[in-house]
């Protein structure tokens, strides 16, 4: 995950529901306790109750590792939601789906597995239906390859939210692991191989992106100046006018967030203001293959992050790049 400032700042929280404590620090590696106390429905309910560690990544001083060896329980109904309450101090990360293929590919390679066999899979496929288009996520087990998974996905016209898949040697399952396109990853074994070339490499892209979303609002920038970041699509996106109706759809979508529309056709123009940390952006689609996005005054990294990571699992995934007005 990214955190805003060191995590001995970001995460000292004391809530009705609940109380992290930090314990101890050594050689920058952080331990806490988080005990949830979900809500009464009509008697007390056991709180939930678990330990991890945070730790600044290596080479890149805005990054950080949460770890734990804690149960599935713990992490779903207390540590995550944890991080959803306070996404405005530390947030995590996405995954395109084809960085995502490369990424597991690579894996595979250096540490000489015969294959990655999928066991689990939560897909998001986009079905058409006219205006009416609209994604649609599920769950699937389809005991694939990797390539067969990722061909799988290609078929349903989708991409995966998360795999989970088996480590194998021949026909030997050397361990399971899940990695999830928010950069969660989870294994059972095989730790040192999960940690150097998937757990890393995610590091490396939460860097990038921090590195191409920071310094975007204009109150940083000389004469309050705009620097506009797009979203390219592979093909033609908005070759038709109908797609205008399904983009604005999925946009308004947008949790925690106002969209308002200015302008729908033949062009795209809307106003999205981030209830979250109160960032603000102009969205602009003036030509068929990308998405212009132009933060005003406050638009912050996690602000950003969760814009396009909506419009890459609301509607359709595309290239993040910096805005050059000379190719317009």
Known sequence: MQVSSHPLNALKQVTETEVLTYFSTHEGVTLFELVFH??????????????????????FPEVFMAMT??????????????????????YLTFLRHDDLGSLL???RMKHGFSDLRVVRASVISRFAGGMREA?????????????????????????FRSLTFELLKDSRVFAEATIHRNGIVKTDGEFLSVYNSLILPICHVIHDNVEL???????????????????????????????????IE??????????????????????IVDYVDGSTFDLWVLNSSEVVIVPQLKSSIASIKRVISHVFDNYAEGMI????????
């Open 38 to 59: 979900p809500p009464r429905t009509g008697g007390d309910a056991e709180a939930i109750r678990g330990r991890f560690f945070v730790c600044k990544h290596p080479s």
């Open 69 to 90: 060896i804690e149960s599935v329980d713990f992490v779903q109904r207390a540590l995550l939601p944890f991080i959803e309450r306070n996404r405005s101090h530390f």
């Open 105 to 107: 590919k690579n894996f």
């Open 135 to 159: 994604t649609i996520p599920s769950i699937s087990w389809p005991r694939l390859g990797l390539v067969g998974a990722f061909e799988y996905a290609r078929e349903q016209n989708g991409w």
């Open 213 to 247: 979303f920071a310094r975007r609002s204009r109150r940083e920038n000389p004469q309050l100046s705009v620097r506009p970041l797009t979203i390219e699509f592979a093909r033609d996106q908005f070759e038709n006018v109908e797609e205008n109706a399904k983009f």
């Open 250 to 271: 999925a946009m308004r979508q947008l949790n925690n967030a106002s969209v308002s529309v200015m302008h729908g056709n033949p062009y795209i123009s809307m106003a």
């Open 321 to 328: 790049r910096d805005f050059q007005i000379s190719r317009q």
